[in-house]
């Protein structure tokens, strides 16, 4: 295709991707696609309904595009597997990194990456934002944690390659993140502006090990992230605007021919600190080809804005931005989004149901599950005393109480092996925490499931309020095993790595002593 055929705003147009808020093209698609020309869509969970819906959407955005412009688009979305996927059913749900990490199956995370390809590409999503490549380095992630493989760089390397090479063979193209690596922050970018300090011998050991194997693996995306690196950066700009970075590390250096995508515009580290739409000026300027801006229309419109006015102004070379067009066109017709855009409903249905998916799906799920210690052997889970105690699942906010009780962990334990059941607030205070440790009497068993208890201190009360007056405890780790490093005095914890109904399902399994664990903790703890 030639790109010299295209006006400006077109152009620009191919370098946004952006979000809205609905499950069907609404005026905010339809004004980023008939006035502004965006040629690529950011999917969220508020977008995602039945398969059915889901597939009617792709498919709208895709006739839409091609009409405007005769272009279709990147049509993207977070499915990394795990707590962070915009779809949470069928063969498209699958552990998240953490988990794989335990499970440790040679070739677990090309097929993973094969059969989410599969069915995203039938459902007419043909980007996947993954996989991360942080290395999680930091106890105290408050983004990353279990969204990434581990705490070994050349691990993270191998599973996140393999799951690459995987979902790139489905013709769907995989942005791996967060370049150059967010693995060991305490800050959250969607709140603050992280910095990372460390020298290059360190940096090319852990942080961008897994990006320089996954370039040479043939990776066609990277996302930026919104973090300092001194050491990479003499002028304090986080790495989606740095020149240093995107230009001369990425581009140069490391040889990457893809396309840099940057992570979320409207982020507080950039918003707060640059300004959405002169940060999106300085991230072309860096070297990135797309710019996401994923919810606000009026701040989408701004950037467009002043994207455009800046190459008027001679301020970003319109050569600066064909370099991007042509890279982000290539890539379309690389991965064949050009002559077949469109999904296939009947495809997508019988990938999403596949038996043969869900069961590996599952298959990973309970080989993951590990148990790091049992000392008094508590399990088999045994006895007509069992109090079980668990956070709700988070994942469930907005659904009645009634149906959260039906997936909450500790209502799983009651239904399999009887007992009493609470479901206590991520924090529970003192009142809740008495009236529940009073139902622990010693000669009862008491499964108790964590989450993220390392920031939320009224677990932790809990537990220690428990085990003065009973040794038979089980801590169940529902998500991050850094849970651990808080959990002291407690004979039996085992971990899940995530709160879904596969890691629930598998969990109980091993508390009856059906399948035994064989995971292994990621991270070194101990």
């Known amino acids: 295709m030639d790109i010299k055929k295209l006006s400006l705003d077109e152009k620009i147009g191919q370098m946004i991707m952006a979000g809205f808020p609905s499950k069907y093209f609404d005026d905010h698609f339809m004004r980023l696609v008939r006035e502004y020309n965006v040629g690529n869509i950011d999917l969220f969970g508020r977008n995602i309904g039945s398969i059915r819906e889901t597939v009617s959407l792709t498919h709208d955005i895709q006739e839409n595009m091609i009409e405007n412009m005769g272009i279709p688009a990147f049509i993207g979305m977070d499915q990394e597997g795990g707590m962070v996927s915009r779809i949470k059913e069928g063969a498209a749900f699958f552990p998240g990194n953490m988990a794989f990490g335990a499970a440790n199956i040679k070739g677990g995370t090309f097929e993973e990456g094969r059969i989410i390809g599969e069915v995203l590409r039938n459902m007419g999503i043909n980007l996947d934002i993954a996989p991360v490549l942080d290395v999680n380095c930091n106890p105290e992630n408050p983004i990353i944690g279990t969204r990434s493989y581990g705490d070994n760089p050349l691990k993270v390397a191998s599973l996140g390659v393999d799951f690459i090479k995987g979902i790139q063979s489905r013709n769907v193209l995989s942005a791996a993140k967060h370049f150059p690596g967010h693995g060991d922050t305490s800050a959250d970018t969607h709140l603050s502006m992280p910095y990372i300090s460390y020298g290059m011998d360190r940096l090319n050991k852990v942080e961008l090990y897994p990006f320089r194997k996954a370039v040479n693996a043939g990776v066609d995306g990277i996302m930026t992230a919104h973090i300092v690196y001194t050491a990479l950066e003499d002028k304090g700009l986080p790495a989606t605007l740095s020149y240093n970075i995107l230009t001369r590390l990425l581009r140069e250096e490391m040889n990457f021919k893809g396309i840099i995508i940057t992570d979320c515009m409207e982020m507080d580290a950039i918003a707060r600190n640059y300004g959405i739409e002169k940060a999106s000026v300085m991230a072309v300027k860096a070297g990135a080809d797309m710019i996401c801006i994923s919810h606000h229309l009026d701040v989408q419109i701004k950037s467009i804005d002043a994207i455009k006015n800046a190459v008027l102004k001679g301020d970003i070379a319109e050569d600066r931005i064909d370099d991007s067009v042509q890279r982000i066109v290539d890539m ?177 399994k091993v508390l009856d002593g059906e399948i035994k664990p064989s995971g292994n903790l990621p991270i070194n703890i101990f």
């Not at 993951?368 to 399990?379: A, R």
Request: glycine letters at 4%.
């Open 332 to 508: 379309k017709n690389k991965y064949n989004i050009l002559k077949n855009p469109f999904p296939d409903i009947k495809k997508a249905e019988a990938s999403l149901e596949n038996s043969v998916y869900l069961n590996f799906s599952r298959e990973i799920s309970q080989k993951s599950i590990t148990l790091v210690k049992d000392d008094n052997n508590l399990i088999p889970l045994k006895g007509d005393g069992i109090v079980s105690i668990a956070p709700e699942p988070l994942s469930l906010t907005g659904v009645e109480d009634e149906e959260k009780r039906k997936y909450a962990f500790s209502y799983a334990v009651k239904e399999k092996f009887g007992g009493k059941a609470f479901i206590i607030p991520l924090n529970p205070e003192m009142d809740l925490i008495q009236k529940i440790s009073a139902e622990c009497k010693d000669d009862f068993r008491v499964v108790i499931g964590t989450y993220n208890a390392n920031s939320n201190p009224g677990q932790l009360e809990l537990i220690d309020k428990i085990k003065k007056c009973n040794k038979n405890v089980i801590a169940v780790i529902l998500r991050s095993p850094y849970d651990l490093l808080s959990i002291h005095g407690i004979s039996t914890c085992v971990c899940t790595y995530e709160y879904t109904p596969n890691s629930v399902s598998s969990v109980l």
